[in-house]
C-alpha cells in the first residue's frame, strides 16, 4: 500500500500570508504582518514553518531568453518499467525544470531551458534517451511562452 503526505492544515492568516508572497515575493514580513494582524517577528515565523514544510518556497523567477537560454521545450517520455525510477533520473538532470508523471500518450513530461538547439539535442540523445526504460520521445519546442503564473492562491 502506498502511504500518503499528510497535507499540512493551513489557518486563514496562513493562507492569507501565501496569497500575499505569490502577488509579491519581495513584500516585507512587516508590511504582511499589518495585512494580517500579526508582528513583524510572527510572520516571519509562520514563513519560515511554511518553507521548512515543503507548503511553499520563494524564489526568483527569471526570463530564461534574457539569460542567454534561447530554446525551452517539453520532452513527451514513453517509459517502460517502473514510470517512477525514470521519473527520477530524468529530474536528476540539469536542464530538466519540471518533471510530471502523467496518464495519457505520454508517461513522462519533462520541461527543459537550454542554451540553444545544439544543446537541446545533446540532452535528448546524450541524457534522456539512454536512461533504461526510456522507449522514446517526443519534443515540443516552444515557439512564445505566452502565459506563467505562480499565483493561484490557496484552498
Not at 103 to 128: H, K, M, T
Request: glycine share 6%.
Amino acid at each position: 500500500m502506498v502511504s500518503k503526505k499528510k497535507q499540512p492544515v493551513l489557518d486563514d492568516v496562513s493562507k492569507t500570508i501565501i496569497e500575499l508572497l505569490q502577488d509579491d515575493g519581495r513584500r516585507s514580513y512587516s508590511d504582511i504582518g499589518r495585512e494580517v494582524g500579526l508582528s513583524e517577528a510572527a510572520v516571519r515565523q509562520r514563513v519560515q514553518r511554511l518553507t521548512e514544510s515543503g507548503v511553499m518556497q520563494i524564489v526568483a523567477v527569471t526570463d530564461p531568453m534574457q539569460l542567454g537560454f534561447s530554446r525551452q521545450a517539453m520532452i513527451g517520455i514513453r517509459v517502460t518499467g517502473d514510470t517512477r525510477v525514470v521519473a527520477e533520473s530524468i529530474a536528476a538532470l540539469d536542464a530538466i525544470d519540471y518533471v510530471v508523471i502523467t496518464v495519457g500518450s505520454f508517461d513522462i513530461l519533462a520541461e527543459v531551458v537550454c542554451e540553444d538547439d545544439d544543446d537541446l539535442l545533446a540532452l535528448i540523445n546524450d541524457s534522456i534517451r539512454p536512461i533504461e526504460g526510456v522507449l522514446s520521445t517526443e519534443t515540443f519546442i516552444y515557439a512564445k511562452l505566452q502565459k506563467q503564473l505562480y499565483n493561484w492562491g490557496t484552498r
